[in-house]
């Protein structure tokens, strides 16, 4: 049986929940809290399909403060949920690049109680910090525009767009050029204040999506000439990291839909790769 599933029934005299795991006696409570009343001879057994049931929520579009974080995961737990894969954005409170941090952010104390929250009722949390693209929030500033792929777009921050694969944001300059002095200082210290915000998360989430101005610029093209060479070179370093601190690296698939075999085989075959479609 899986583990997260559970039995819920009634003898007449007493209410028994079953459960191979404390997440699934939480699922049973709560159906019992569901239906408010069950009489004697009731029976239900719920199992989920997969171990694994995530939802992705991305700061970028707004940020919410404990009330409504805890709505959210309140109803993630009642969908049966067990992961929140949480894209922080400059959302957290950032020591080595503050700069960077919105106005709206969480601190060190509301992080804690996030986590707690999340632990007390068996959702995993996974923080995603982008360490390629989608890093606008910062190659928008003036001061970390040389680091950009593209660096002879103006700085002026333009307005959203659309396009024919959604809202484009930003990607003319949201992608670090790694072969830029900086560059990899900038995501190295931001991957690494990420994992130490979320202290007990065993997976992280290098992001790496929609990088769509790999090799533009001069020097990656001396440097690397292929697309797949620097892309490889990149995640493995990032993925390294996230190793090194005991981790376990996962990220989108997009960027390597194209490779064959031996490309692949390149990577670091213990990151996780995550395949995501536009809906």
């Known amino acids: 049986q899986h583990t997260d599933g559970y039995r819920l029934y009634a003898d007449g005299s007493s209410i028994i929940m079953q459960a191979a795991s404390p997440r699934g006696i939480l699922y049973a409570w709560q159906e019992w809290k569901r239906r408010g009343h069950i009489a004697a001879g009731f029976f239900k057994e719920e199992v ?22 805890k709505e959210i995961i309140d109803t993630l737990i009642e969908l049966r949920y067990n992961t929140l894969i949480l894209e922080t954005e400059n959302r957290l409170p950032l020591t080595r690049h503050p700069d960077i941090v919105a106005p709206e952010h969480f601190t060190p104390e509301d992080l804690a109680w996030l986590g707690a929250y999340a632990k007390e009722r068996f959702l995993e949390l996974i923080p995603l910090q982008q360490t390629l693209g989608h890093l606008e929030y910062a190659l928008k500033l003036p001061q970390y525009a040389h680091l950009r792929e593209v660096r002879e777009q103006p700085e002026k921050e333009p307005l ?8 484009n944001h930003y990607h003319d300059f949201d992608e670090i050029c790694p072969c830029r002095p900086g560059a990899y200082e900038l995501v190295e210290d931001l991957l690494d204040e990420t994992m130490a915000f979320f202290p007990e998360s065993r997976y992280i989430h290098i992001g790496s999506d929609e990088a769509w101005n790999l090799l533009y610029c001069d020097d990656c093209k001396a440097r690397y000439g292929d697309k797949s060479k620097l892309l490889i070179a990149h995640i493995n370093r990032i993925a390294g990291r996230v190793l090194e601190a ?34």
């Open 160 to 167: 959203f767009y659309p396009g024919n694969t959604g809202a």
């Open 246 to 279: 005991g981790r376990i690296p996962i990220m989108w698939d997009d960027m390597l839909r194209h490779m064959g075999e031996e490309e692949l085989a390149q990577l670091d075959q213990r990151i996780v790769l995550m395949p995501w479609l536009y809906m």
């Open 48 to 69: 989920p399909s997969r171990s694994f049931r995530a939802i992705h929520i991305d700061l970028r579009y707004g940020f919410w403060h404990r009330e409504r974080l």
